[in-house]
């Protein structure tokens, strides 16, 4: 009897170090990998979402929702830059405030309403508010084309990134 007891301890404990032992981590990144990868083929830019996935840590551990999630906060980190980038402009230029109020106002409801609703809504209208944030980018790009960086850069980032998002989260749909 207490041989049997050791013996499915011993089982247990063989089966706790296989758990835990680093090869089974590596099978489970390399499975989180694939995932990314198959997630991101099925985006318009697989390049920009592969860099951004790979760039943040939580990834090897989302969901699909959760990639989406990651990819609207960076949206919002970016579009956070932007924002800024056009009150500076603003403020240096009384000719160039006039022409980026509009923009303004775009990356002012894309941090107000598009991405609240991508991370607060179901996956319907995160797509929503995702595709929203691509369409009132392509105006401020449109705009903005000759100016200096980093405006152009950035204008092009957040609609690209949104795109991704709304292709990511649209799996859930
Ligand atoms: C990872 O997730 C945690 C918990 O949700 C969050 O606090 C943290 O900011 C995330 N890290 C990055 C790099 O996004």
């Known amino acids: ?34 995932l990314i990868i198959a997630i ?9 979402c592969l860099s951004t996935l790979k760039s943040n840590p939580n990834s090897s551990r989302a969901d699909v929702a959760g990639l989406g999630y990651i990819v609207v906060e ?7 830059a932007g924002l800024q980038t056009i009150v500076k402009l603003s403020r240096s230029s009384p000719v160039l405030k ?10 002012d409801a894309i941090l107000n309403d598009f991405v609240p609703e991508a991370e607060q809504g179901p996956p319907k209208f995160a797509v ?12 401020c790009i449109k705009d903005f084309q000759g ?9 092009q980032l957040v609609h690209d990134l949104s ?3 709304a292709s990511i989260i649209s799996n859930l749909l």
């Open 98 to 107: 006039r022409k980026l109020s509009e923009c303004w106002q775009k990356y």
């Open 1 to 34: 009897m207490l041989l049997k007891i050791s013996s499915k301890a011993l089982v247990k404990f063989i089966l706790l170090l296989v758990l835990l032992s680093p090869s089974t981590f590596q099978t489970e990144a390399k499975h989180e990998t694939n």
């Open 163 to 165: 795109l991704v998002a």
């Open 40 to 48: 991101c083929k099925k985006t318009p830019n697989y390049a920009l």
């Open 74 to 80: 960076t949206v919002k980190a970016k579009s956070t």
């Open 128 to 139: 929503d508010g995702m595709k929203g944030v691509a369409e009132v980018t392509t105006d």
């Open 147 to 155: 100016l200096e960086a980093p405006l152009p850069t950035i204008n």
